[in-house]
């Protein structure tokens, strides 16, 4: 005789029309809710005959902080950008007494949402509190969080959906912004041969392609199209990215890089090409890794608030954690030029 399906979360939310963050919550926080609200899931779970994990809600109910999940997608976690998003994650959960768990999780485009393997404790009720998925993100992990059932966040830069779709619950550097800023410094020293060398298959590098071309469209200049793919990886990228700019003949005195290690790729290319930096070409860089400080000569470029974006997603997670269904828009954080040696006047 065949089993019947066990009732779960997902079954309660659809019967009373409600999130399943919303049924968690009643469930493990029933003081947090309306009265009608909390009577209303009440109902359907003894209609329904759902079983809640009550080990899981007792321990939820011993903890005096909240617990998050940081899922990590995608990356290994010394990348020298993720990883100070998690710094910083992990610095304002401490300043919240909450706690912090890290899991990893692999998955390609292709995979339908039901067959990304997220970390089994995900789906375990009442030891995680709300999920910030970081790393590197496709559209189709947002129906699988959906599905657990928890408050989420995601760093949005780093979501590579066909559309350049914007998650609510999200936070972004401002990626154009950032193109915008790099552009006009070289056309304040008075470049206006400038090309773009990035990838623009990836949404962070077409975003900064389109604030550099804004940048160009303002001042009167033509927008030259993007050089540059990062299959062969981002020094390599901006080394072949330059060979393959002088050997078609391209004229050229400044070049934005969108990423510091293409930049550093893209300055040993011209060096080897018996060309100076920033003497022959300017070169300005993005992201301000650490490499940027110690490249030769010393890299201009954009920096970007790693740190301060994790801390944004905690704080986004918090305020979902504690009001589920209320609005919550997304983040957008400047970003800001630092000049050194590798640019200077034309």
């Given at each position: 005789?065949?089993?019947?399906?066990?009732?779960?979360?997902?079954?309660?939310?659809?019967?009373?029309?409600?999130?399943?963050?919303?049924?968690?919550?009643?469930?493990?926080?029933?003081?947090?809710?309306?009265?009608?609200?909390?009577?209303?899931?009440?109902?359907?779970?003894?209609?329904?005959?759902?079983?809640?994990?009550?080990?899981?809600?007792?321990?939820?109910?011993?903890?005096?902080?909240?617990?998050?999940?940081?899922?990590?997608?995608?990356?290994?976690?010394?990348?020298?950008?993720?990883?100070?998003?998690?710094?910083?994650?992990?610095?304002?959960?401490?300043?919240?007494?909450?706690?912090?768990?890290?899991?990893?999780?692999?998955?390609?485009?292709?995979?339908?949402?039901?067959?990304?393997?997220?970390?089994?404790?995900?789906?375990?009720?009442?030891?995680?509190?709300?999920?910030?998925?970081?790393?590197?993100?496709?559209?189709?992990?947002?129906?699988?969080?959906?599905?657990?059932?928890?408050?989420?966040?995601?760093?949005?830069?780093?979501?590579?959906?066909?559309?350049?779709?914007?998650?609510?619950?999200?936070?972004?550097?401002?990626?154009?912004?950032?193109?915008?800023?790099?552009?006009?410094?070289?056309?304040?020293?008075?470049?206006?041969?400038?090309?773009?060398?990035?990838?623009?298959?990836?949404?962070?590098?077409?975003?900064?392609?389109?604030?550099?071309?804004?940048?160009?469209?303002?001042?009167?200049?033509?927008?030259?199209?993007?050089?540059?793919?990062?299959?062969?990886?981002?020094?390599?990228?901006?080394?072949?990215?330059?060979?393959?700019?002088?050997?078609?003949?391209?004229?050229?005195?400044?070049?934005?890089?969108?990423?510091?290690?293409?930049?550093?790729?893209?300055?040993?290319?011209?060096?080897?090409?018996?060309?100076?930096?920033?003497?022959?070409?300017?070169?300005?860089?993005?992201?301000?890794?650490?490499?940027?400080?110690?490249?030769?000569?010393q890299l201009t470029t954009v920096c970007v608030p790693k740190e301060e974006a994790g801390s944004e997603c905690v704080k986004m997670l918090q305020r979902l954690i504690a009001n589920p269904d209320d609005p919550v828009e997304p983040v957008v954080l400047p970003t800001k030029l630092i000049e050194r040696e590798s640019t200077s006047r034309k």
């Amino acid at each position: 005789m065949a089993s019947m399906k066990s009732i779960t979360i997902q079954d309660v939310a659809q019967d009373t029309g409600l999130s399943t963050a919303t049924v968690s919550r009643a469930l493990n926080q029933p003081h947090l809710v309306k009265d009608d609200t909390l009577a209303l899931v009440r109902e359907s779970v003894a209609r329904l005959d759902y079983k809640p994990n009550i080990g899981g809600r007792l321990l939820a109910k011993r903890r005096s902080g909240k617990t998050i999940c940081f899922l990590f997608s995608n990356r290994p976690f010394a990348h020298t950008i993720h990883a100070r998003v998690l710094q910083g994650s992990a610095d304002e959960a401490d300043a919240e007494q909450a706690c912090v768990l890290y899991a990893t999780c692999k998955y390609s485009p292709a995979d339908p949402p039901s067959g990304i393997n997220v970390p089994p404790i995900l789906a375990t009720r009442g030891l995680i509190d709300g999920i910030v998925a970081a790393g590197t993100n496709y559209a189709n992990i947002i129906p699988v969080l959906e599905n657990i059932g928890l408050p989420y966040v995601v760093f949005g830069t780093n979501l590579i959906a066909g559309d350049d779709t914007v998650v609510a619950h999200s936070v972004y550097i401002d990626d154009e912004g950032g193109g915008f800023q790099a552009t006009r410094h070289l056309l304040d020293l008075g470049h206006a041969k400038i090309r773009f060398v990035g990838d623009i298959s990836l949404p962070w590098y077409r975003r900064r392609y389109l604030g550099y071309a804004r940048a160009m469209a303002e001042a009167g200049l033509t927008c030259e199209p993007p050089t540059g793919s990062r299959f062969a990886g981002e020094m390599e990228m901006g080394s072949k990215a330059v060979n393959d700019l002088l050997a078609n003949g391209g004229s050229f005195t400044a070049l934005f890089v969108a990423g510091d290690e293409a930049a550093i790729g893209a300055i040993r290319a011209l060096r080897s090409r018996g060309l100076t930096v920033p003497d022959d070409v300017s070169v300005v860089g993005f992201n301000d890794d650490e490499s940027a400080r110690f490249s030769e000569p010393q890299l201009t470029t954009v920096c970007v608030p790693k740190e301060e974006a994790g801390s944004e997603c905690v704080k986004m997670l918090q305020r979902l954690i504690a009001n589920p269904d209320d609005p919550v828009e997304p983040v957008v954080l400047p970003t800001k030029l630092i000049e050194r040696e590798s640019t200077s006047r034309k």
